[in-house]
């Protein structure tokens, strides 16, 4: 009599992160968003604080290409460009 303990019952699959991997970017679609982005990371010391326009410029090409899932800015924590960009295309009142 085999008294074997079958702990293969269950399988494990594995399923991607919700966030986090995304493809690379192979063609070098973004290459110059990013070659961006990392030369104003060198020239601010690496403050990543200021350059958070070229940040949103290089996912808003990784996005635009499919290499990474859409996601509002806002939830990227882009709110405040947003806000700003807003302000700056909305017509003032005073000149129409």
Sequence with gaps: MSTAM???????????????????????????????????????HFDSSSCRGESKEYLECRMDRQLMAKEPFEKLGFKDLMEKHAEEIKPNPDQI
């Design 6 to 44: 079958n702990f293969g019952t269950k399988t494990f699959r594995p399923r991607p992160p919700d966030k986090g991997a995304f493809p690379l970017d192979h063609f070098g679609e973004c290459k110059s968003f990013k070659e961006t982005y990392m030369r104003c990371l060198r020239d601010n």
